[in-house]
């Protein structure tokens, strides 16, 4: 049986923006965030590809790879994910083999098959392309090859990108993704930090399509976690208000720039919409350390996970930076 101290533990930054701050002040704290944790012992820090979003500031995803990883020293860095129905394949390659060629043995490729934004902003970013996610097990299958080793008969080559392998992975928030990482030996991460319903069905299909490959033996699994650590349990539902307000102009369709937490939700969100963040925060980790750690040890027990990557999304960057460390302390024991 799997216990706590055996699961890797990991960030996914999300950039946020908040109210009346800046991309630029994000996207430095997104930096201080790296160096954080890096000396915490994560294993990695991913960021993740949105469009059309005023309050997340991680669209130029490979660039701002490029300034994590430059700022850090040992700590992967990668994307949860790139949306590839977004981009030619060979661009992937190249943007990743550049980074993989700087920074090498720290950089993580994770794919995603969704636009990552709404379909007038998917249009908007390909212009005469014609992605879509029906194409995404082949797509996966031709930036693959322009990572790998040349071979004598290919014309077209990722440069840099040709022979540097950097370690892809397929997200998902739904099947599609658990049966193709399976079938092709990939490791796979669950977005289960927004769409829990689906996690135990998806770890099932993943382990059971699971094909030993090149780059993995066995199946290997990553779950995304919403994070709100703080050193009681009130102060942490305190801060949760932040994450609510935000889940709630998500669904509403409103601004996702950050807002301050609150005291009571009362008079801000309908008993419909209150269930309705509820389910996509059920795997919320809400709370001190010690609730956490007993929330984490039955999420470890009924999955079996390899690896969880939390995001913590608080208005505060000192809240923040102080979730991590007592995360920290929770995951080491």
């Not at 699961?7 to 109210?19: G, N």
């Not at 700087?102 to 993580?108: E, K, M, N, Q, W």
Request: net charge negative; hydrophobic share 40%; proline share 6%.
């Amino acid at each position: 049986m799997k216990s706590l101290s055996d699961v890797k533990y990991s960030t996914l930054d999300l950039v946020p923006v908040r109210e009346n701050g800046s991309p630029a002040q994000s996207l430095r704290n997104s930096l201080d965030l790296a160096q954080h944790v890096e000396k915490l012992g994560y294993t990695r820090f991913w960021v993740a590809e949105h469009h059309n979003m005023d309050g997340i500031a991680s669209s130029a995803t490979s660039v701002l790879l490029g300034y994590l990883a430059g700022g850090t020293s040992t700590i992967r860095v990668g994307s949860g994910g790139v949306m590839l129905p977004n981009h030619a394949p060979l661009v992937i390659a190249e943007q990743f083999g550049t980074l993989e060629s700087l920074y090498p043995g720290r950089i993580d490729l994770g794919l995603g098959r969704a636009p990552g934004s709404d379909q007038m902003t998917a249009r908007a970013l390909r212009r005469e392309r014609s992605g879509s996610a029906d194409d995404f097990p082949d797509d996966v299958a031709e930036l693959m090859r322009y990572l790998g080793p040349r071979t004598p008969d290919q014309r077209v080559i990722a440069m840099p990108g040709s022979d540097t392998n950097v370690p892809v992975w397929l997200l998902g928030s739904s099947l599609f993704s658990a049966q193709l990482a399976g079938e092709r030996g990939l490791p796979y991460a669950f977005a289960s930090h927004f769409a829990p319903r689906y996690m135990h069905e998806a770890i099932r299909i993943y382990r059971n399509h699971f094909k030993p490959s090149a780059v993995l033996d066995k199946p290997y699994v990553m779950l995304g976690v919403p994070l709100v650590a703080a050193d009681t349990d009130e102060q942490a539902e305190y801060l949760a208000t932040s994450v609510y307000q935000r889940i709630l102009a998500l669904m509403r369709g409103q601004s996702l720039v950050q807002r301050p937490p609150v005291k009571t939700m009362d008079g801000l969100w309908l008993p419909h919409e209150k269930q309705a963040v509820g389910d996509f925060l059920g795997l919320a980790m809400v709370g001190s350390p010690e609730k956490i750690r007993a929330k984490l040890d039955v999420l470890v027990e009924q999955t079996g996970a390899d690896e969880l990557i939390f995001t913590c999304d608080l208005y505060e960057h000192a809240d923040r930076l102080h979730s991590y460390e007592l995360l920290a302390q929770v995951m080491k024991g």
